[in-house]
Nanobody, 119 residues
Framework: QVQLVESGGGLVQPGGSLRLSCAPS????????MSWYRQAPGKERELVAS???????RYTDSVKGRFTISRDNAKTTVSLEMNRLKPEDTAVYYC?????????????WGQGTQVTVSS
């Protein structure tokens, strides 16, 4: 069974930092774009940042200059370094990966990890 396993998250004060990580497991043949989404209470899920297999990255405007998405050298894991966190960054963060597995090519989601920015 293919899964995306997330780690990190938690409670942090405004201005603080957190790091999220996501690693796929299972019968994975290829990994294409890996992304982080977030969903705040009462809001739609939104794309935070994405990293393509070729190294290109993109960010939503509200996190530019504060968040950094990166993939390891083997391109199999993705991390999100979050700095200068704000209360409005509070949300459940989800890892997302476009992957080819033994069952074909699909988009997979992690279980989500809570990030709370509060004093």
């Amino acid at each position: 069974q293919v899964q995306l396993v997330e780690s990190g998250g938690g409670l942090v004060q405004p201005g603080g930092s957190l790091r999220l990580s996501c690693a796929p497991s299972g019968d994975i043949w290829s990994i294409y774009t890996m992304s982080w989404y977030r969903q705040a209470p009462g809001k739609e899920r939104e794309l935070v940042a994405s990293a393509g297999a070729g190294g290109g990255t993109r960010y939503t405007d509200s996190v530019k200059g504060r968040f950094t998405i990166s993939r390891d050298n083997a391109k199999t894991t993705v991390s999100l370094e979050m700095n200068r966190l704000k209360p409005e960054d509070t949300a459940v963060y989800y890892c997302n990966a476009d992957m080819r597995t033994g069952g074909g090519r699909n988009v997979y989601w992690g279980q989500g990890t809570q990030v709370t920015v509060s004093s």
